[in-house]
T-cell receptor, first 113, second 114 residues
Framework: KQEVTQIPAALSVPEGENLVLNCSFT??????LQWFRQDPGKGLTSLLL?????REQTSGRLNASLDKSSGRSTLYIAASQPGDSATYLC????????????FGKGITLSVRP | GAGVSQTPSNKVTEKGKYVELRCDPI?????LYWYRQSLGQGPEFLIY????????DSGLPNDRFFAVRPEGSVSTLKIQRTERGDSAVYLC????????????FGPGTRLTVL
């Protein structure tokens, strides 16, 4: 079964800390991987998209890496701020999956002032 | 330009009733997706449209669920004989093309079945 796993489910850090959010997936044959942010009661905001041929993508303080062979991706957040507090979801389009995203359960991040 | 919009934002209905949820994708996006998110879970795929046709409806849980996109733009998700277990946030997304493109999500419709 093709699955995406995010551990831990929750994380609390002090403001200013650099942090890494992990994502693992069961099948290395993927089209792409997306990281999303979700604020309470809101929809999903796309943060970064990594194609299967790419190793990483960067946007501002965010950097996402992809290692298909090990089935892992990491989202690196530099100099975390209280405004970064949200749930971060990793999602994969597996090859042959007709464009449907398979999501992890997310990591709820709290950045303490 | 405008993002993906969904109406209503909240829908409360009674068990056994029929509901329709609407999605307006980003203009020009050919692919449209429906997902369902239960509390504490990631979204789960329901159905995806390429143009007017349903390219993959393998995520629809049963035949009470149906979706249409008659003109290749707006889509409606229809749920018959609603059950309490249908309560969730229904999310719509669109992308310019398929597979390799970013999916942009709407704010969702929170459905509560009493």
């Amino acid at each position: 079964k093709q699955e995406v796993t995010q551990i831990p489910a929750a994380l609390s850090v002090p403001e200013g800390e650099n942090l890494v959010l992990n994502c693992s997936f069961t099948d290395s044959a993927i089209y792409n991987l997306q990281w999303f942010r979700q604020d309470p009661g809101k929809g999903l905001t796309s943060l970064l998209l990594i194609q299967s041929s790419q190793r990483e993508q960067t946007s501002g303080r965010l950097n996402a890496s992809l290692d298909k062979s090990s089935g892992r991706s990491t989202l690196y957040i530099a100099a975390s701020q209280p405004g970064d507090s949200a749930t971060y979801l990793c999602a994969v389009i597996f090859a042959g999956a007709n464009s449907k995203l398979t999501f992890g359960k997310g990591i709820t991040l709290s950045v303490r002032p | 330009g405008a993002g993906v919009s969904q109406t209503p934002s909240n829908k409360v209905t009674e068990k056994g009733k029929y509901v329709e949820l609407r999605c307006d994708p980003i203009s020009g996006h050919t692919a449209l997706y429906w997902y369902r998110q239960s509390l504490g879970q990631g979204p789960e795929f329901l159905i995806y449209f390429q143009g007017t046709g349903a390219a993959d409806d393998s995520g629809l849980p049963n035949d009470r669920f149906f979706a249409v996109r008659p003109e290749g733009s707006v889509s409606t998700l229809k749920i018959q004989r609603t059950e309490r277990g249908d309560s969730a946030v229904y999310l719509c997304a669109s992308s310019l093309r398929v597979s390799t493109d970013t999916q942009y999500f709407g704010p969702g419709t929170r459905l509560t079945v009493l």
